[in-house]
């Protein structure tokens, strides 16, 4: 399970950014094209953070949807899965815009 990785790097920040302080709030976010699963990080957000500043840490996930852009046709589209072809014309030339986000955008600490 890689979440536990991933997860643990996401701990390690948050810790690393409290000096010292007790964690309150953790907000990540988590695109739909990583590969990585809200549940199972939330899952392992409580084991990585027993008996750390971040014990009592709510966690909030927000997930941020695939958005491609043709280089062909120059169409933005929503992006269910990577390598998807472009609705408008066909092609495989797309760009992610978005969905491939996983990182802390709020740490909220005890003052
Ligand atoms: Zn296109």
Do not use: N, W
Request: net charge negative; with cysteine; proline share 3%.
């Amino acid at each position: 399970m890689h979440e536990m990785a991933i997860t643990q790097g996401i701990v390690d920040i948050c810790l690393q950014h409290a000096h010292d302080k007790q964690i309150r709030q953790v907000v990540i976010e988590i695109g739909d094209l990583s590969g990585v699963v809200p549940e199972a990080v939330t899952f392992c957000f409580s084991a990585c953070t027993v008996d750390t500043l971040a014990a009592e840490a709510r966690l909030e996930i927000r997930q941020v949807s695939g958005l491609g852009q043709c280089l062909d046709c120059g169409t933005e589209q929503p992006l269910e899965r990577l390598y998807d072809p472009c609705r408008q014309c066909g092609s495989y030339a797309l760009r992610l815009l978005k969905g491939e986000e996983l990182r802390v955008v709020e740490l909220e600490i005890d003052d």
